[in-house]
């Protein structure tokens, strides 16, 4: 079976842009959570999708937003990009809230330059 | 509020010696969940354990074991005759039982030296 998978793996954008990222779940797999991963720190929570619905949110400005799919992928969107939002974009995807572990994809590189 | 704290920022140590990387939690859960990820240079982080706040018992896999103490909520890692290839960043972190996101500490970077 796939594991979570990320598009794209890198990505360069300019400040004041707007980007687009996407996960695919392990299959059956309800749940899509997105954490950013400033180099030399730890993942910080961004949003937790379950069934479509929003069910946790990170302290980030409105700037960033995501949905979850029929089909339980989903997309994180972030606008007016800033420089600080360069960073390593993981989404992780559980059964339910994750009690049974989340399995993490491989992230996604955002450079703003 | 929950904190993890992952105090060793780097650690080094030569093959086949065994390594404790240490973890100290924060929470006022009686339920919660405790974690370990390692994380290779590929970046994609790798679920190695999970522990829930009743279950205190030691568990060893492998050349990996862990000590969780409620006592000094301490949820600490250890491996035993490190090989190069345990060479990562290992995150300890705490998921709380009424909580949507998992908060990570700030890693460790273990390098094993052949």
């Known amino acids: 079976d796939a594991g979570v998978t990320q598009s794209p793996t890198h990505l360069i954008k300019t400040r004041g842009q707007q980007v687009t990222l996407r996960c695919s779940p392990i299959s059956g797999h309800k749940s899509v959570s997105w954490y950013q991963q400033v180099l030399g720190q730890g993942p910080q929570f961004i949003f937790q999708y379950y069934e479509k619905e929003e069910r946790g949110r990170g302290n980030f400005p409105d700037r960033f937003s995501a949905r979850q799919f029929p089909n339980y992928s989903s997309e994180l969107n972030v606008n007016a990009l800033l420089l600080g939002d360069s960073a390593l974009y993981l989404c992780?995807?559980?059964?339910?809230?994750?009690?049974?572990?989340?399995?993490f994809g491989s992230g996604t590189r955002l450079t703003v330059v | 509020a929950q904190k993890v704290t992952q105090a060793q920022t780097e650690i080094s140590v030569v093959e086949k010696e065994d390594v404790t990387l240490d973890c100290v939690y924060e929470?006022?859960?009686?339920?919660?969940?405790l974690f370990w990820y390692k994380q290779p240079p590929s970046g994609e982080l790798v679920f190695l354990i999970r522990?829930?706040?009743?279950?205190?018992q030691n568990e060893i896999s492998g050349r990996y074991s862990w000590n969780f103490q409620k006592s000094t909520s301490s949820f600490n890692f250890t491996i035993t005759a490190s090989q190069v290839v345990d060479s990562a960043v290992y995150f300890c972190a705490l998921l709380g039982g009424s909580a949507s996101k998992i908060i990570f500490g700030s890693g460790t970077r273990l390098s094993i030296r052949p």
């Open positions: 522990r829930n706040s009743f279950d205190e």
């Open positions: 992780a995807s559980s059964w339910d809230r994750g009690l049974d572990g989340y399995t």
């Open positions: 929470t006022r859960d009686t339920t919660y969940y």
